[in-house]
């Protein structure tokens, strides 16, 4: 997914305590930089501020980088020139999606079966309303134009 133009990362959202992998092929890699490190923070005070080297590829300069849980994640780019590259003095930033607790199991936490029967009688009903409406859309213009014909079995037909 491409977040800005010349980053590119591995998903398609930042997802609190999850790893992502960064693609670089902006300025510093079109200037045929060497080394090229990421220089990155988290939320609106750039807490937890970390330079990773990145791994020149043929596809620009990479690397991967545990998000914290918080709101932001902040970096910009230095190659071994000291030159940077930080969005024109804007850094970029980019939000941090929180997890979705409700959907997980923990192993300590017991699973209500209340939940667990509501969701397997949503899911028997829609499954008889896409059976409906498959047997309406096949049968009933068969039925409009009088070309339905019943099968007869073997002992009718004699």
């Known amino acids: 997914m491409e977040l800005s133009k010349n980053i590119f990362f591995n998903t398609d959202k ?3 305590n999850s790893k992502v992998k960064i693609s670089y092929t902006g300025a510093l890699f079109q200037d045929a930089s060497q ?7 988290f939320g609106h005070n750039w807490d937890n501020i970390n330079d990773v080297k990145m791994e020149k590829t043929e596809l620009g300069f990479q690397a991967e980088i545990d998000l914290i849980g918080t709101e932001s994640f902040n970096f910009c780019f230095r190659n071994e020139n000291n030159v940077w590259d930080n969005n024109d003095g ?3 930033i980019f939000p941090i ?4 607790t409700e959907l997980l199991v ?5 699973v209500a079966l209340g939940s667990a029967k509501k969701l397997r009688k949503s899911y028997l009903w829609s499954k008889k309303i ?3 409406v498959y047997k ?4 009933l213009p068969k039925i409009i134009s009088g070309n339905y014909k019943r099968k007869l079995n073997n002992s009718e037909q004699n």
Do not use: C, F, M
């Open 14 to 16: 930042l997802v609190e």
């Open 90 to 92: 804007q850094n970029y």
């Open 136 to 139: 309406l859309i096949t049968y």
């Open 97 to 100: 999606e929180k997890v979705q």
């Open 35 to 41: 080394e090229v490190s990421i220089h990155y923070g």
């Open 130 to 132: 896409r059976l409906a």
């Open 106 to 110: 923990l192993e300590d936490e017991p």
